[in-house]
C-alpha cells in the first residue's frame, strides 16, 4: 500500500510540474528586459516572468507545533491526549510561481498504547484498588520517537487560479510529499517486560490479577517508508520574510510504533507554525519578478523616447527654485521631491531634497509634515495614478523614516492622483511629493480649486 502511495504521489508532482511550466514563459536573459510592478503602467499580456537560474528563489525555514498520533490503539484514546511538541526545518526552491520543492527534516516525539480491550482490563483492575507491582501497567502509555525526511512538491493553489502578484500577502499552498521515517527511542526495558510477562496486578490484601504477555515485534531503531500530503497558509511579512501555517497527514508502515496490527500502515498528523526567510536571486529580488523584453528596433525607438522625455523633465527641472539646505518655513515647504515619468524610485539628486527635509525637521520640532504624492494627468488614467501618488509618497515617508531617522508621529501621507496638479504651467513638475505643514485638520491646507498657493511664514 505505502508503495502504491509513493508512485501516486510520484505521478501527482510531475503532472503538477508540467502545468506550471506551462503557466509560465521563461525568456531568455540575452534579451533586454525592464522591470514592472505588479500594477504598472506597462503590465499587460505580453509580460513574463524573468529569466532565473539554478542558485535563485531558493528558501530556508523552521516550525514548531505539536504531532498527534493516530496509531493502532492510540486512536481509541482521548484525542488532546495523543499530542506531542514537535519541530521541522526545511530548505526548498519555487521553479515557478505555482510550482516548488523543498527538503523538510523533522523530530516528532509520538505516544503508544497497547490494543484497547487490554487497556480497558487494567484500568479495571486499578479502579478496584489494584496496582501493577512492577510499575508496569498496560494502562500507561510508552513513547519513541520519529526523526523524518521528505522531499515534497509544493503546489501554490493561489497562483494556479489567480495571477501571480509579487505584493500578494497570503498564498494557500498544497503539499505531496514522500520520504522516511526512521523510528527510535522506545522504552525497551517496559516493552521487553510486557512482551516476555505481561503484566501482574496486585491489591493490598496481596490478591493478584496477571494479564497476557503483549508482543512487540519491533522496538529497536528502524527505518520506514512514509508519504504525507497537506496544505500550508503562508503571510509574506515582508521581501525576505513569510509566516509559515502547516497542517499534513503522514502515512508510514504499520510496524513504525513496534506493533504490526491490522492495517496495512499508520498514521500521525502535524500541526506547525513558523517562518521561512527568501535568499536574493541573481537580480538582487527575493520573490519572482515580472518584466519585458524587446528586441533590438523596440529597445532603440524605447531609448530614445526616455531620452526624450528625460531631457525635457531636466529642462523643466531647471527651470524649478533650486533647493537650499535652509528651508523656508512655508505652508508649502520650498523643497520637492520630482520623479521620472511611471516611476517612483527616489534619484541620488532627490535623496538630496529628502535629507533637508529631514534636516529641517531636525531643527524645528514644533513643526509637522504631510507627505503628499502627485501625478501628472497627461500620464495613464485616474485610478493607475492615484496608486503611483501613493507609491510616491510612501517611498519619501520611508527614506525619512528609516534612512534619516524622521519620528513616525512627525509625518502623515496623503496622495492626490492626478486630481489635483499644483503646477499648471509645466505637466511634469506635477510628477513630484510636496510637504505641507501638518495643521492637524487631515487635509494639506493649501489646495484649493485644484491651485497652489504658497503662504510663506517667518520662522
Same mark, same amino acid.
Given at each position: 500500500?505505502?508503495?502504491?502511495?509513493?508512485?501516486?504521489?510520484?505521478?501527482?508532482?510531475?503532472?503538477?510540474?508540467?502545468?506550471?511550466?506551462?503557466?509560465?514563459?521563461?525568456?531568455?536573459?540575452?534579451?533586454?528586459?525592464?522591470?514592472?510592478?505588479?500594477?504598472?503602467?506597462?503590465?499587460?499580456?505580453?509580460?513574463?516572468?524573468?529569466?532565473?537560474?539554478?542558485?535563485?528563489?531558493?528558501?530556508?525555514?523552521?516550525?514548531?507545533?505539536?504531532?498527534?498520533?493516530?496509531?493502532?490503539?492510540?486512536?481509541?484514546?482521548?484525542?488532546?491526549?495523543?499530542?506531542?511538541?514537535?519541530?521541522?526545518?526545511?530548505?526548498?526552491?519555487?521553479?515557478?510561481?505555482?510550482?516548488?520543492?523543498?527538503?523538510?527534516?523533522?523530530?516528532?516525539?509520538?505516544?503508544?498504547?497497547?490494543?484497547?480491550?487490554?487497556?480497558?482490563?487494567?484500568?479495571?483492575?486499578?479502579?478496584?484498588?489494584?496496582?501493577?507491582?512492577?510499575?508496569?501497567?498496560?494502562?500507561?502509555?510508552?513513547?519513541?520517537?520519529?526523526?523524518?525526511? +521528505? *522531499? &515534497?512538491?509544493?503546489?501554490?493553489?493561489?497562483?494556479? $487560479?489567480?495571477?501571480?502578484?509579487?505584493? #500578494?500577502? =497570503?498564498?494557500?499552498?498544497?503539499?505531496?510529499?514522500?520520504?522516511?521515517?526512521?523510528?527510535?527511542?522506545?522504552?525497551?526495558?517496559?516493552?521487553?517486560?510486557?512482551?516476555?510477562?505481561?503484566?501482574?496486578?496486585?491489591?493490598?490484601?496481596?490478591?493478584?490479577?496477571?494479564?497476557?504477555?503483549?508482543?512487540?515485534?519491533?522496538?529497536?531503531?528502524?527505518?520506514?517508508?512514509?508519504?504525507?500530503?497537506?496544505?500550508?497558509?503562508?503571510?509574506?511579512?515582508?521581501?525576505?520574510?513569510?509566516?509559515?501555517?502547516?497542517?499534513?497527514?503522514?502515512?508510514?508502515?504499520?510496524?513504525?510504533?513496534?506493533?504490526?496490527?491490522?492495517?496495512?500502515?499508520?498514521? +500521525? *498528523? &502535524?500541526?506547525?507554525?513558523?517562518?521561512?526567510?527568501? $535568499?536574493?536571486?541573481?537580480?538582487?529580488? #527575493?520573490? =519572482?519578478?515580472?518584466?519585458?523584453?524587446?528586441?533590438?528596433?523596440?529597445?532603440?525607438?524605447?531609448?530614445?523616447?526616455?531620452?526624450?522625455?528625460?531631457?525635457?523633465?531636466?529642462?523643466?527641472?531647471?527651470?524649478?527654485?533650486?533647493?537650499?539646505?535652509?528651508?523656508?518655513?512655508?505652508?508649502?515647504?520650498?523643497?520637492?521631491?520630482?520623479?521620472?515619468?511611471?516611476?517612483?524610485?527616489?534619484?541620488?539628486?532627490?535623496?538630496?531634497?529628502?535629507?533637508?527635509?529631514?534636516?529641517?525637521?531636525?531643527?524645528?520640532?514644533?513643526?509637522?509634515?504631510?507627505?503628499?504624492?502627485?501625478?501628472?494627468?497627461?500620464?495613464?488614467?485616474?485610478?493607475?495614478?492615484?496608486?503611483?501618488?501613493?507609491?510616491?509618497?510612501?517611498?519619501?515617508?520611508?527614506?525619512?523614516?528609516?534612512?534619516?531617522?524622521?519620528?513616525?508621529?512627525?509625518?502623515?501621507?496623503?496622495?492626490?492622483?492626478?486630481?489635483?496638479?499644483?503646477?499648471?504651467?509645466?505637466?511634469?513638475?506635477?510628477?513630484a511629493v510636496i510637504f505641507f505643514l501638518d495643521r492637524g485638520k487631515g487635509d494639506s491646507q493649501i489646495l484649493e480649486g485644484g491651485k497652489k498657493t504658497n503662504i510663506f511664514v517667518q520662522p
Amino acid at each position: 500500500m505505502i508503495k502504491k502511495l509513493y508512485i501516486a504521489v510520484v505521478a501527482a508532482l510531475m503532472s503538477v510540474s508540467a502545468v506550471a511550466q506551462s503557466d509560465y514563459k521563461i525568456v531568455d536573459s540575452t534579451f533586454t528586459r525592464v522591470e514592472l510592478d505588479d500594477d504598472s503602467l506597462y503590465y499587460d499580456e505580453n509580460a513574463y516572468l524573468d529569466d532565473y537560474k539554478v542558485g535563485d528563489n531558493w528558501f530556508i525555514g523552521g516550525s514548531v507545533g505539536v504531532t498527534h498520533s493516530m496509531s493502532e490503539n492510540t486512536r481509541f484514546q482521548k484525542f488532546f491526549k495523543n499530542e506531542m511538541p514537535d519541530m521541522n526545518i526545511e530548505v526548498g526552491k519555487f521553479l515557478y510561481p505555482s510550482f516548488g520543492i523543498r527538503f523538510r527534516f523533522g523530530v516528532h516525539p509520538q505516544i503508544g498504547r497497547v490494543e484497547w480491550s487490554t487497556v480497558e482490563a487494567a484500568e479495571h483492575y486499578v479502579a478496584q484498588g489494584y496496582h501493577e507491582k512492577n510499575g508496569y501497567g498496560y494502562e500507561d502509555n510508552y513513547h519513541f520517537c520519529i526523526f523524518s525526511g +521528505y *522531499f &515534497d512538491g509544493l503546489i501554490n493553489f493561489t497562483n494556479i $487560479f489567480y495571477k501571480y502578484k509579487e505584493s #500578494r500577502k =497570503f498564498n494557500l499552498i498544497g503539499i505531496l510529499g514522500l520520504g522516511y521515517n526512521y523510528s527510535f527511542g522506545f522504552n525497551t526495558k517496559k516493552l521487553d517486560y510486557w512482551t516476555a510477562h505481561g503484566t501482574t496486578y496486585v491489591n493490598k490484601d496481596g490478591d493478584t490479577k496477571t494479564l497476557a504477555p503483549y508482543k512487540f515485534e519491533n522496538t529497536g531503531a528502524k527505518n520506514y517508508l512514509a508519504a504525507h500530503v497537506g496544505f500550508q497558509g503562508r503571510w509574506k511579512f515582508s521581501n525576505a520574510w513569510d509566516g509559515i501555517f502547516e497542517v499534513t497527514f503522514n502515512g508510514t508502515d504499520d510496524l513504525y510504533n513496534g506493533i504490526a496490527y491490522d492495517r496495512v500502515y499508520d498514521t +500521525y *498528523f &502535524d500541526v506547525q507554525v513558523g517562518a521561512r526567510y527568501h $535568499f536574493k536571486d541573481s537580480h538582487g529580488r #527575493r520573490r =519572482f519578478h515580472y518584466v519585458k523584453h524587446y528586441n533590438s528596433a523596440v529597445v532603440e525607438r524605447l531609448n530614445r523616447m526616455a531620452d526624450d522625455e528625460n531631457e525635457k523633465l531636466n529642462n523643466a527641472l531647471n527651470e524649478m527654485p533650486e533647493p537650499v539646505e535652509n528651508v523656508n518655513l512655508t505652508e508649502a515647504l520650498q523643497t520637492t521631491i520630482s520623479f521620472y515619468v511611471d516611476r517612483y524610485y527616489i534619484t541620488d539628486a532627490q535623496r538630496k531634497n529628502v535629507k533637508s527635509v529631514a534636516n529641517f525637521l531636525a531643527t524645528h520640532p514644533d513643526i509637522n509634515l504631510i507627505v503628499t504624492g502627485y501625478a501628472d494627468i497627461e500620464t495613464a488614467y485616474p485610478a493607475y495614478n492615484l496608486r503611483l501618488s501613493q507609491k510616491r509618497a510612501k517611498v519619501v515617508y520611508d527614506m525619512l523614516v528609516d534612512e534619516f531617522n524622521v519620528p513616525k508621529d512627525r509625518l502623515r501621507i496623503d496622495y492626490k492622483g492626478d486630481t489635483v496638479q499644483p503646477y499648471e504651467t509645466v505637466n511634469e513638475w506635477n510628477r513630484a511629493v510636496i510637504f505641507f505643514l501638518d495643521r492637524g485638520k487631515g487635509d494639506s491646507q493649501i489646495l484649493e480649486g485644484g491651485k497652489k498657493t504658497n503662504i510663506f511664514v517667518q520662522p
